[in-house]
């Protein structure tokens, strides 16, 4: 490998350190790890790249990709840019299956609809932290998740519900539970599986039913193969629905016109959406029973509802709900689409609005209500704490 | 999109830059692999389960046991007798896997 190129990757860093470096973030622990940027960029800049052998070069190009790609989220993050109400309930949720203090989710703001992703190239790799350290001297106290998201719709919370599906791909990378499912799942099948457990299994995945398949699944995997993918995908449908039930299922079924087939890397919609009404109806077929085993096994926690319903009247009397546990944050999610589903009229009259409202006045009361309850619960919540 | 790229080949790779450091004989990235080895030793040998081996190196794991579960099986639980000739070893494993299709 040629320095010159290590010097090109390098300079394009500079560069965009130029523009990044004095970014100001609304969280300390951000602006500690962009502190540890700044260091990393100091080290490489007393290097004399001509002097470095292959392995070498190799060893600084994964840590310059690793500031480059902490960058793209951090530049998205800052106070100014961060859609910060929905991060703080997302990172309420990301709690519960990972407890101690070491994650902080980061936003990129994407210019495209629908492009919800979650990115775990900084999350979990362990071995880039530790070549960091090894070299640079640098430890990072905290690890970036890094969730995708269109700008237009960064304060849709009707939209965003989907959010806590790309959640759920940071949590089943944590725990690699698509790795054991996968192996699972197929070592059952290639012992025997009663009918009616093989049956739920190839109505899952219609590719099972085919021997050859199986054999080539067993024996190849990867983490782009289309097994892996769909339980991947079928795990973080299950993982959402305990904060948010089945309001995703409204915004999927129509972002996919209900999709009726399979892709490469996603189930049909038509499935996504019997596999979590099956689960949210309690009726667990073979797959669902062995998903939530394997998931326990791992994790040692259930799936279950994580979400406090409440009863609120608030959004119709056109006032933020009062939100007074943390698991009713959740809840405003599916009060916010219980709202939007409902017959705008009876909901105008109640608010006591004289004029005869348009979808998009109810959109932006909707989503300025579930913003501003959140908002309201985080400065009361911090506001005690102060006086305590 | 230029290139393909995906997590887990770049731990693999990165793992290998590790073993390579390691036979050169700088023992901090030996602690480092030394810590692979020996789970896969475990997980061959059935110490350790799916369940609990390592979350983020747990594809490194599963491959070396499938690419060549009777090595692992045989060495020996003390990670200190390892040394360049079992970093070589698993290089060479590793380099010679087939390449993997995608379904």
Same mark, same amino acid.
């Given at each position: 490998m040629l320095p010159k190129l290590l010097e090109l990757h390098f300079s394009q860093l500079q560069s965009e350190w130029n523009v990044s470096k004095y970014n100001s973030y609304s969280d300390a622990r951000k602006q500690e790890y962009h502190k540890n940027l700044g260091i990393i960029i100091t080290y490489l800049e007393s290097? %004399?790249?001509?002097? =470095?052998d292959d392995t070498q070069i190799q060893q600084r190009f994964y840590i310059i990709f690793f500031v480059f790609k902490s960058l793209e989220f951090l530049n998205h993050s800052t106070t100014a840019t961060i859609p910060f109400e929905l991060v703080y309930v997302l990172e309420l949720a990301m709690r519960d299956w990972a /407890?101690? %203090?070491?994650y902080l989710i980061v936003t990129s703001l994407i210019n495209g609809m629908n492009e919800f992703s979650f990115d775990n190239s900084l999350t979990f790799f362990d071995l880039v932290y530790t070549d960091i350290d090894l070299l640079c001297g640098v430890k990072f106290k905290h690890r970036l998740v890094q969730i995708n998201l269109p700008q237009s719709t960064s304060r849709d919370y009707l939209a965003n519900v989907v959010l806590y599906h790309e959640l759920g791909h940071f949590v089943e990378k944590k725990h690699a539970i698509t790795r054991v499912i996968y192996i699972e799942l197929l070592k059952a099948l290639k012992a025997g599986l009663p009918d009616a457990d093989k049956n739920d299994l190839i109505k899952y995945f /219609?590719? =099972?039913?085919e021997a050859a398949n199986v054999d080539f699944l067993e024996k190849s995997y990867h983490p782009h193969n289309i097994f892996a993918m769909h339980i991947s995908e079928y795990f973080c449908d299950l993982f959402a629905s305990q904060y948010i039930g089945d309001c995703s299922n409204y915004y999927l079924e129509y972002i996919t016109l209900n999709q009726p087939d399979y892709s490469s890397t996603h189930p049909s919609t038509t499935n996504r959406v019997v596999f979590i009404n099956d689960h949210l109806g309690n009726r667990d077929g073979y797959v669902l029973k062995e998903f939530k085993r394997i998931i326990k096994s791992i994790t040692k926690l259930d799936i279950e509802k994580r979400s406090k319903d409440f009863t609120s009247n608030n959004f119709e009397n056109l006032i933020p709900a009062e939100v007074t546990d943390p698991q009713q944050l959740h809840s405003l999610f599916t009060y916010g689409w219980k709202v939007w589903l409902s017959n705008w009229e009876t909901f105008a009259k109640m608010a006591g609005i004289e004029f005869k409202m348009n979808s998009f006045n109810v959109y932006e009361i909707v989503n300025n209500l579930i913003e501003k309850s959140i908002g309201n619960y985080i400065t009361t919540k911090e506001w005690n704490s102060a006086k305590a | 999109m230029l290139y393909s790229h995906n997590q887990e080949n770049e731990k693999l790779k990165l793992f290998t830059i590790f073993l390579s450091q390691a036979v050169k004989g700088d023992v901090k990235y030996a602690s480092v692999v030394n810590n692979v080895i020996l789970e896969t030793h475990q997980f061959v040998a059935g110490q350790k389960s799916l369940y609990n081996i390592n979350r983020d190196v747990i594809n490194i794991i599963i491959l070396l046991s499938t690419l060549d579960k009777q090595y692992f099986e045989e060495l020996v639980d003390n990670p200190q007798d390892y040394g360049k000739q079992t970093y070589s070893k698993v290089l060479e494993i590793i380099n010679n896997q087939p390449q993997v299709p995608i379904l």
């Open positions: 290097e %004399d790249f001509s002097k =470095l /407890p101690e %203090d070491e /219609p590719y =099972l039913g | -």
